[in-house]
């Protein structure tokens, strides 16, 4: 097709994909497949000098959903316009210099993945919220959006205000909400827009969503001159606003600080999808102004994907330590954060049938914490499909599958290959023993030689033994029985960990190790002494005392005591009263300490170190370079601690 017929093309997909997303909640591509889209018609727009009227680059937002009620938007709602690179964005930066005539500055914020909504009050008193819509007309979601714990219902200002910001479906309760959903949800962003544009407000309710402001739109009877200003007030009037604020002088700050959120973004509660950096002076604004769809003075830096579309090949079945059977789906390579993506996890069976997927279909894959890939849902289904057929015998020892809840188990704990190597790598792995040395192929090298299967076998390993296995000389036997004896002293959580129990990570073996002061106490713990346990729930409780019901479990441990193993617990120093039952968040670059060790010298102290900033937190200890946090402990007249008082406190 030639650039006319092309441009045509490009319009009516982009179209159809906008109609897709945001008004029937169904995306049947990633949102880097649509910026490519978008950012080609942009293109070719401007190279062909016109744009067709029906153009999505010549509106801002999305038709109204049929069946809300419509609503004028008093202020005029605005897109962000966007950056591909740093180049760009160190144009745009001087380009707002030249503009205002000086040195500026710029805040930075998330850019976040969600929806937008307009809120109202007067006299303190919620009013009413709206959808952007098409930026000037939305739709009133009123009803809907009082049902978000996080959205004040009043506040302190008593004169007429709107602000603006994202409504969101945190990760935590994506996961939550897709663990009983009858069809799962797609991800985050779905969630929260099919939950605010649902005429059951009941239903609003049910998917947790929260609310993250970011704009005052109008404000009566005060002046805000900055948008540092607009972001204390922001939090003084009770609203949520993310953990990340900050001020940045030039293109060399502003790149540090967006690779450092971009390495980071996988691991926040919320999606986002790039940053926002906008002139801080609001007088400056005024005088840079709008185009008829974008703020001149703001802008969007987006990140590269992590989530992409691509065709589920086949699925392999693979054994887990526990016996578990996960399937995996093998995929048509695709390139997502920087690495070539071929598998991905399915997790189990029913999430197979939940998400409705099968082979030959297409299916939106997104990297969790930038590692462990996973097919999120559906995408579009194509020509050919075949539904994925579970197994019924193990595939790597040949025995029965057992059902149990939602997966798929081999029983055979003592002879299926797999799971014995798997169960050996995770307990000399860091967060366990920590055996130094033992890779998974020595595991395998020991398994064939002298048939060890379960860890405490390990500790009977000796030189002449060692001796018999290919490449093995003397200084490596030396180290790797001299880094055995070294972790038969292991903490209480680690051992917890290294046990192996379904369902129990790192995190929770640290809860229950601060919780259980000895393994009998853990062992003996019943089902409403663990479900009392913050994070803790009944699947989890469930997995441990079924764990230790297992006799073959209670002597693979004895036995790791009478082989030496003794397990230490810290010392809680309780005399410390600065810190005792006090919730402590810690922000900024200390000198003195790396946050981990800070973390664990105040916890065995007594205290609950925690990562956000809330009316709960008792105090927040300073370094260098703190950010938003900081900011929201003095709006929240929480105590602030430098590093030299936290050097004098400790010692008291």
């Given at each position: 097709?030639?650039?006319?017929?092309?441009?045509?093309?490009?319009?009516?997909?982009?179209?159809?994909?906008?109609?897709?997303?945001?008004?029937?909640?169904?995306?049947?591509?990633?949102?880097?497949?649509?910026?490519?889209?978008?950012?080609?018609?942009?293109?070719?727009?401007?190279?062909?000098?016109?744009?067709?009227?029906?153009?999505?680059?010549?509106?801002?937002?999305?038709?109204?959903?049929?069946?809300?009620?419509?609503?004028?938007?008093?202020?005029?709602?605005?897109?962000?316009?966007?950056?591909?690179?740093?180049?760009?964005?160190?144009?745009?930066?001087?380009?707002?210099?030249?503009?205002?005539?000086?040195?500026?500055?710029?805040?930075?914020?998330?850019?976040?993945?969600?929806?937008?909504?307009?809120?109202?009050?007067?006299?303190?008193?919620?009013?009413?919220?709206t959808t952007r819509g098409n930026g000037t007309i939305g739709e009133d979601v009123t009803t809907q959006v009082k049902t978000i714990k996080s959205v004040p219902l009043t506040i302190p200002f008593k004169n007429r205000l709107i602000v603006q910001g994202e409504?969101?479906?945190?990760?935590?309760?994506?996961?939550?909400?897709?663990?009983?959903?009858?069809?799962?949800?797609?991800?985050?962003?779905?969630?929260?827009?099919?939950?605010?544009?649902?005429?059951?407000?009941?239903?609003?309710?049910?998917?947790?969503?929260?609310?993250?402001?970011?704009?005052?739109?109008?404000?009566?009877?005060?002046?805000?001159?900055?948008?540092?200003?607009?972001?204390?007030?922001?939090?003084?009037?009770?609203?949520?606003?993310?953990?990340?604020?900050?001020?940045?002088?030039?293109?060399?700050?502003?790149?540090?600080?967006?690779?450092?959120?971009?390495?980071?973004?996988?691991?926040?509660?919320?999606?986002?999808?790039?940053?926002?950096?906008?002139?801080?002076?609001?007088?400056?604004?005024?005088?840079?102004?709008?185009?008829?769809?974008?703020?001149?003075?703001?802008?969007?830096?987006?990140?590269?994907?992590?989530?992409?579309?691509?065709?589920?090949?086949?699925?392999?079945?693979?054994?887990?330590?526990?016996?578990?059977?996960?399937?995996?789906?093998?995929?048509?390579?695709?390139?997502?954060?920087?690495?070539?993506?071929?598998?991905?996890?399915?997790?189990?069976?029913?999430?197979?049938?939940?998400?409705?997927?099968?082979?030959?279909?297409?299916?939106?894959?997104?990297?969790?914490?930038?590692?462990?890939?996973?097919?999120?849902?559906?995408?579009?289904?194509?020509?050919?499909?075949?539904?994925?057929?579970?197994?019924?015998?193990?595939?790597?020892?040949?025995?029965?599958?057992?059902?149990?809840?939602?997966?798929?188990?081999?029983?055979?704990?003592?002879?299926?290959?797999?799971?014995?190597?798997?169960?050996?790598?995770?307990?000399?792995?860091?967060?366990?023993?920590?055996?130094?040395?033992?890779?998974?192929?020595?595991?395998?090298?020991?398994?064939?030689?002298?048939?060890?299967?379960?860890?405490?076998?390990?500790?009977?390993?000796?030189?002449?033994?060692?001796?018999?296995?290919?490449?093995?000389?003397?200084?490596?036997?030396?180290?790797?029985?001299?880094?055995?004896?070294?972790?038969?002293?292991?903490?209480?959580?680690?051992?917890?960990?290294?046990?192996?129990?379904?369902?129990?990570?790192?995190?929770?073996?640290?809860?229950?190790?601060?919780?259980?002061?000895?393994?009998?106490?853990?062992?003996?713990?019943?089902?409403?002494?663990?479900?009392?346990?913050?994070?803790?729930?009944?699947?989890?409780?469930?997995?441990?005392?079924?764990?230790?019901?297992?006799?073959?479990?209670?002597?693979?441990?004895?036995?790791?005591?009478?082989l030496g193993v003794v397990i230490i617990k810290p010392e809680v120093k309780e005399t410390n009263a600065n810190f005792t039952n006090k919730t402590i968040v810690l922000t900024g670059a200390l000198t003195n300490y790396t946050r981990p060790e800070l973390t664990?010298?105040?916890?065995?102290?007594?205290?609950n170190v925690t990562s956000s900033v809330s009316k709960n937190t008792d105090m927040v200890i300073v370094g260098a370079d703190a950010g938003s946090k900081l900011d929201k402990a003095k709006a929240l007249n929480i105590k602030v601690i430098y590093e030299n008082?936290?050097?004098?406190?400790?010692?008291?």
């Amino acid at each position: 097709m030639d650039k006319k017929e092309r441009l045509i093309w490009l319009t009516d997909e982009v179209n159809k994909h906008n109609k897709n997303y945001y008004v029937y909640d169904n995306p049947t591509i990633s949102d880097a497949e649509y910026d490519a889209l978008y950012y080609e018609l942009v293109d070719l727009e401007k190279e062909l000098g016109y744009s067709l009227p029906s153009s999505p680059t010549n509106r801002v937002g999305d038709d109204v959903l049929e069946g809300f009620k419509k609503k004028k938007h008093e202020i005029p709602l605005y897109s962000l316009n966007k950056v591909k690179d740093f180049a760009d964005l160190n144009k745009w930066m001087h380009d707002m210099e030249k503009e205002s005539g000086k040195k500026e500055e710029f805040s930075l914020e998330y850019k976040y993945d969600g929806l937008k909504v307009v809120i109202e009050y007067n006299n303190g008193q919620y009013l009413s919220a709206t959808t952007r819509g098409n930026g000037t007309i939305g739709e009133d979601v009123t009803t809907q959006v009082k049902t978000i714990k996080s959205v004040p219902l009043t506040i302190p200002f008593k004169n007429r205000l709107i602000v603006q910001g994202e409504c969101m479906m945190t990760n935590k309760s994506f996961i939550e909400y897709n663990k009983t959903a009858e069809i799962p949800l797609k991800n985050p962003r779905n969630g929260v827009a099919g939950a605010v544009r649902n005429l059951d407000p009941k239903e609003t309710e049910k998917r947790r969503l929260d609310f993250f402001c970011y704009d005052v739109l109008l404000i009566e009877n005060k002046q805000i001159s900055t948008q540092t200003e607009m972001h204390k007030f922001i939090i003084n009037e009770g609203f949520k606003t993310g953990d990340f604020f900050k001020i940045v002088n030039s293109i060399d700050e502003a790149k540090e600080e967006i690779e450092k959120i971009d390495k980071l973004k996988n691991k926040l509660d919320v999606m986002i999808d790039g940053m926002v950096i906008k002139v801080n002076n609001c007088s400056v604004r005024d005088e840079i102004g709008y185009t008829n769809k974008f703020p001149k003075w703001a802008m969007a830096y987006k990140f590269k994907p992590v989530e992409l579309s691509t065709t589920l090949l086949d699925v392999a079945w693979q054994v887990g330590r526990t016996g578990k059977i996960t399937p995996i789906a093998i995929l048509e390579p695709i390139e997502l954060s920087g690495a070539t993506v071929s598998r991905a996890t399915l997790n189990n069976t029913q999430d197979i049938e939940r998400k409705q997927v099968k082979i030959n279909s297409r299916v939106f894959v997104r990297r969790s914490n930038e590692v462990i890939p996973e097919v999120m849902g559906i995408a579009e289904h194509g020509e050919h499909e075949k539904d994925i057929i579970a197994p019924s015998l193990c595939p790597s020892c040949g025995s029965e599958l057992k059902t149990i809840g939602a997966n798929l188990f081999c029983v055979n704990h003592k002879g299926c290959y797999e799971q014995i190597i798997d169960r050996l790598t995770h307990f000399v792995s860091r967060d366990a023993f920590n055996i130094e040395g033992l890779s998974e192929k020595t595991l395998m090298q020991l398994h064939k030689e002298f048939q060890i299967a379960y860890p405490y076998e390990l500790f009977k390993l000796n030189a002449e033994m060692l001796k018999k296995l290919e490449g093995f000389k003397d200084k490596k036997i030396t180290n790797i029985l001299s880094s055995i004896e070294k972790s038969k002293q292991i903490e209480w959580s680690n051992f917890i960990f290294a046990l192996g129990i379904l369902n129990i990570g790192k995190k929770t073996a640290f809860v229950l190790s601060k919780i259980f002061n000895s393994l009998d106490e853990l062992k003996n713990a019943d089902m409403q002494t663990l479900t009392n346990i913050e994070d803790v729930g009944e699947i989890v409780a469930s997995s441990i005392i079924e764990y230790f019901k297992d006799v073959d479990n209670l002597i693979n441990i004895q036995k790791l005591f009478d082989l030496g193993v003794v397990i230490i617990k810290p010392e809680v120093k309780e005399t410390n009263a600065n810190f005792t039952n006090k919730t402590i968040v810690l922000t900024g670059a200390l000198t003195n300490y790396t946050r981990p060790e800070l973390t664990k010298i105040l916890q065995n102290m007594g205290a609950n170190v925690t990562s956000s900033v809330s009316k709960n937190t008792d105090m927040v200890i300073v370094g260098a370079d703190a950010g938003s946090k900081l900011d929201k402990a003095k709006a929240l007249n929480i105590k602030v601690i430098y590093e030299n008082e936290l050097i004098e406190m400790l010692k008291k």
